[in-house]
């Protein structure tokens, strides 16, 4: 059973605020992702990691930050949170390409 | 222009009655199609992944199968606890380790 953990699961949090969102995985595997994924809609990649110090940005980057320092650790940070980032952000993990996700973290920004 | 287009969006069955669910994808050079499961408020659980045309993979009650164009979802004799959504992805050659998703489709199973 895949072993991906996310916190907070849920957090409401006022405008301007700095939030770092929490995913650690215990699998070993290189291959992290963030999603964002609203309701009825498509997953959106925001950014993903290949293994440690490596870092891409995906379609929705813009506005948030990612660090891979441990294997099992990849952080997603937004600089100043906004109402438009409200939404359900999701963490994943992948030793090939089959993706292993979190229970996701459910974000409003006030 | 659409990746991936998943149809019907939503989906109600009798227990019992089987169907099958699209995912047809414009992609090209594919390097792998994936289902996944999703119930509320929980992330997406891996079901499937198809690389070539005429692949078949199951489990359970659900068969997956590809064509060049587009891959099914089959449900046979669902029961209620195969109510969620179902999420389909590609890989392409150009996308590296990112993947296109679609919106899924939301399967009732009423008893």
């Known amino acids: 059973e895949a072993d991906i953990y996310q916190t907070p699961r849920y957090l409401v949090i006022g405008t301007g605020k700095k939030i770092t969102l929490e995913c650690s995985q215990t699998m070993g595997h290189d291959k992290m992702y963030w999603y964002q994924q609203d309701p009825g809609m498509e997953l959106h990649l925001i950014h993903y990691?290949?293994?440690?110090?490596?870092?891409e940005k995906g379609d929705l980057s813009s506005e948030s930050t990612v660090s891979r320092i441990r294997t099992e650790h990849f952080p997603l940070t937004l600089e100043s949170a906004r109402p438009s980032h409200t939404s359900q952000y999701l963490c994943?993990?992948?030793?090939?390409?089959?993706?292993?996700f979190g229970p996701g973290t459910r974000l409003t920004v006030t | 222009e659409d990746q991936v287009t998943q149809s019907p969006e939503a989906l109600r069955l009798q227990e019992g009655e089987s169907s099958s669910l699209n995912c047809s994808y414009t992609v090209s050079g594919l390097r792998g199609l994936f289902w996944y499961r999703q119930d509320p408020g929980k992330g997406p659980e891996f079901l499937f992944t198809?690389?070539?045309a005429g692949e078949e993979k199951e489990k359970e009650r659900l068969k997956a199968t590809l064509t060049k164009k587009e891959s099914f979802l089959h449900i046979t004799a669902p029961k209620p606890e195969d109510s969620a959504t179902y999420l389909c992805?590609?890989?392409?050659?150009?996308?590296?380790?990112?993947?296109?998703f679609g919106t899924g489709t939301s399967l009732t199973v009423i008893p």
């Open positions: 198809l690389y070539s």
């Open positions: 992805a590609v890989r392409g050659p150009d996308t590296g380790n990112q993947f296109y």
């Open positions: 990691s290949y293994g440690v110090n490596s870092t």
């Open positions: 994943a993990s992948a030793r090939t390409y089959e993706q292993y």
